[in-house]
């Protein structure tokens, strides 16, 4: 894991420091998910366990996606960009088949129409009912 996380270039977020952009697409169709961050604990238990961990900036903690609303992602592969400062999670989306705690499958479910972001894309399910 020292391995990894040494070859990496990492940046100070919020005032953060030590973490790497972790970008997340579909395993099966390579659509994008979500980006997030991960510091080195974070890697670690990503690697331990086979499913993705990240650092919530604004919590100032590690967490692991899915511990509260079941949608969890398995790594089934880690890619680096050629500067080392990011990731990608190549991902199996378990649960409701939705990465985001909005309710969407992809976090990137606003497109950019006309100068205005407008959402393009179906709910799964309502947050209401999961983040109580």
């Given amino acids: 894991m020292d391995g990894l996380y040494g070859e990496l270039r990492t940046r100070t977020i919020d005032g953060i420091g030590g973490l790497v952009l972790v970008i997340t ?3 099966e169709t390579g659509e994008g998910l979500m980006a997030a961050y991960a510091n080195k604990e974070a890697l670690k238990r990503t690697m331990e366990t086979g499913y993705a961990h990240y650092y919530s900036t604004s919590r100032g903690e590690i967490w692991f996606k899915g511990e509260t609303s079941g949608n969890k992602q398995l790594v089934k592969e880690v890619w680096a960009d050629c500067d080392g400062d990011a990731l990608l999670y190549r991902i199996e989306q378990e649960g409701r088949k939705a990465a985001c705690h909005e309710g969407y499958k992809s976090c990137f ?3 950019l129409r006309d100068g205005e972001l407008k959402i393009a894309k179906k709910r799964i ?3 209401n009912d999961v983040y109580l």
């Fill in 125 to 127: 399910f309502d947050p």
């Fill in 109 to 111: 479910y606003r497109k």
């Fill in 25 to 27: 697409q579909d395993f």
